[in-house]
């Protein structure tokens, strides 16, 4: 596994897994904790092939990704830049929470807990001891 | 759905009793950057020089740009050879200018830029350069040039690791840049796989195992775990 | 195709020139060019002495020499093919974009600049010795000094019209070296011998002293360049289809 800085940013990639996602739930996650601020410039794709030493098409398919996700948007001539509007961000937070909330919901109920027992499992692991 | 540049269908191709290449079929597809990775005498290199038609197959059909290989498709080829050393006279400048005569779609402006790039020095005669430095301006009269194929038979091969990362650079500006279909041949994986879209595994002169990279990856882990274990 | 690419022949021509000094730049310096002139100076003065001491070895001996260079030219121009090999350049050589003839046409011209300049500095510096001689020697008129001349003349001027065959032969031979056709080299040498003997046995060269060149001479100096002609055809095939790499 590789750990590479773009700046004030932290990668790490890791040649074992497929790259588009890596680099694809990276930046989201950078953006949804708001390493890279609304309305900042995210690193170019030429920046981003170069430190990782990666295929730029890859790179240029994730921020594709991104933009349809509503987290980016292009501006000609000046790169891409993370969207001004906060609402989107937390649109998208919002959908990406449901999304594993849901997931891990339907895990727990094909194991068969009822939603009294996952709440339990919930606080255990929130407020108990070895908890997150 | 990607157009094919290459087409090999039943390549065979023998030195004396040796068969370097052996019933080869295989694919590469246009815009992509396809790695040809395997030991040493998998018949890499002579594959490489049939798509350049300076070797010819005794048996089966390869087409390259829609053409049977020969002097003729190469206006249209950026080939690297193995092993290959610059002629020792010429300054890098001037390589520079004998390429922009006599290389098709070679561009000075763009040479003397991946030359800053690379940090090469443009008045400093092949003769007195490291190898590292050689191996930049061969690479750089590859990738100056706008057509659309580049072959690139072992680039990174005895070279010392900040030329290694000046050539990665200037790969990924090349690929970003135009539209080109690259070929690659490599023992330096680790540093070079991400580059990849696709991998063609060789061994004995055929086809051992070959896909899209992150398909390989996500079935067998990284392309340089996966060349070793299938070296063993 | 675009307009600069149209002149690749006179490219590789000064390309194939251009790499002509790479031996000389390495291996001759100022010093050792002085040490040659100097060379030169004592190796005259000796043989004029030699001459003055025994007149009846006359000075037209010299002009012997010329039937070196063709042998000469012929040797370097099979290293000419090797030296793509051996510099290890030769994938860039034979993946230039341009019919096989023009790879070999390039090295053939050059080839035979490079022969004829070295006649030239050989008759240049056979001059200079003559004249050098005429002057150290009191036996020598001026008149001796032109007869000198007018004796290498005619070395000179077959030494000129033999040098195409001798590259084109060269090319040949270097070129089947490389090839699947290897095993005909010694077939090469057995036809090249054997015109070399009947040509000597014709008696071409006789009647040269009394100034008259025989007919036959024109004829077979002209068949020679056909013959080239033919050699660099077969060197552009051999290349194309039977290499062996």
């Known amino acids: ?132 | 759905m990607t157009e094919s540049i290459i087409v090999s269908e039943h390549l065979v191709k023998h030195y004396d009793k040796k068969r370097a290449i052996d019933d080869l079929s295989l694919t590469i597809k246009k815009g992509h950057v396809t790695a040809i990775l395997g030991s040493n005498g998998a018949g890499k290199s002579t594959f490489f020089r049939m798509i350049t038609g300076i070797v010819r197959p005794d048996s089966g059909t390869l087409s390259v740009l829609g053409e049977n290989a020969g002097w003729h498709t190469n206006a249209k080829i950026a080939y690297l050879p193995d092993r290959a050393r610059w002629y020792n006279n010429y300054t890098a400048e001037q390589s520079f200018d004998l390429a922009a005569r006599l290389l098709l779609g070679f561009d000075k402006s763009e040479a003397i830029r991946f030359a800053e790039l690379m940090r090469l020095p443009l008045d400093l005669k092949v003769d007195g350069m490291s190898k590292g430095q050689e191996a930049r301006l061969m690479l750089i009269l590859c990738i100056a040039r706008n057509v659309p194929l580049v072959v690139l038979d072992e680039p990174f091969s005895g070279i010392d690791a900040a030329s290694r990362e000046r050539i990665m650079e200037a790969l990924i500006d090349a690929i970003s840049e135009k539209e080109q279909t690259l070929l690659i041949s490599t023992h330096e994986i680790h540093e070079a796989e991400g580059l990849f879209d696709d991998v063609i595994f060789f061994q004995n002169g055929h086809v051992l195992l070959s896909g899209e990279a992150e398909e390989l990856r996500r079935k067998y882990g990284s392309i340089d775990t996966l060349s070793r274990k299938l070296s063993d | 195709m675009d307009a600069r690419h149209e002149q690749p022949l006179k490219t590789l021509f000064l390309h194939e020139l251009k790499r002509r000094r790479e031996n000389g730049r390495k291996g001759i310096n100022a010093q050792w060019r002085l040490v040659y002139f100097f060379s030169f100076i004592v190796i005259a003065m000796i043989l004029t002495i030699y001459f003055n001491l025994i007149y009846h070895v006359q000075l037209k001996y010299i002009w012997n020499i010329c039937w070196g260079i063709p042998w000469m030219i012929f040797g370097l121009s099979i290293s000419l093919i090797h030296r793509e090999w051996r510099n290890e350049t030769v994938g860039w050589w034979l993946t230039f974009p341009y019919p096989r003839s023009t790879l070999v046409a390039a090295k053939f011209w050059a080839m035979l600049v490079r022969g004829v300049s070295l006649a030239c500095s050989i008759l240049l510096l056979i001059i200079v010795f003559g004249a050098f001689a005429t002057l150290v020697s009191s036996t020598l008129s001026f008149g001796d000094f032109l007869a000198f001349i007018k004796s290498g003349l005619i070395p000179i001027l077959l030494d000129l019209a033999a040098l195409p065959l001798a590259v084109g032969a060269g090319l040949i031979l270097g070129t089947l070296g490389r090839t699947k056709l290897r095993p005909a080299m010694p077939l090469f040498w057995i036809i090249w011998g054997l015109s070399w003997g009947l040509s000597g046995s014709a008696g071409w060269f006789e009647p040269l002293s009394q100034f008259k060149i025989p007919i036959e001479l024109v004829a077979a100096i002209i068949g020679s360049w056909l013959l080239t002609w033919i050699l660099i055809l077969l060197a552009s095939w051999l290349l194309e289809k039977k290499l062996d790499l």
Request: glycine share 8%; net charge neutral.
């Open chain 1, 1 to 132: 596994m590789d750990e590479r800085r773009i700046g004030s940013l932290r990668f790490t990639i890791d040649f074992s897994q497929p790259l588009y996602e890596q680099i694809l739930s990276q930046m989201r996650s950078l953006i949804a904790k708001g390493e890279i601020d609304v309305g900042e410039k995210i690193p170019s794709v030429r920046e981003m092939a170069h430190e990782l030493k990666i295929n730029p098409n890859t790179v240029m398919h994730a921020y594709q990704e991104l933009e349809r996700d509503g987290l980016t948007e292009k501006r000609r001539g000046q790169g891409t830049f993370v969207t001004n509007s906060v609402t989107q961000i937390r649109h998208f937070k919002e959908r990406l929470a449901l999304d594993y909330t849901r997931e891990f919901l339907l895990n727990m109920r094909n194991l068969g807990f009822r939603p009294d027992e996952i709440e339990a499992y919930l606080e255990k692991l929130t407020h108990g001891k070895g908890g997150l």
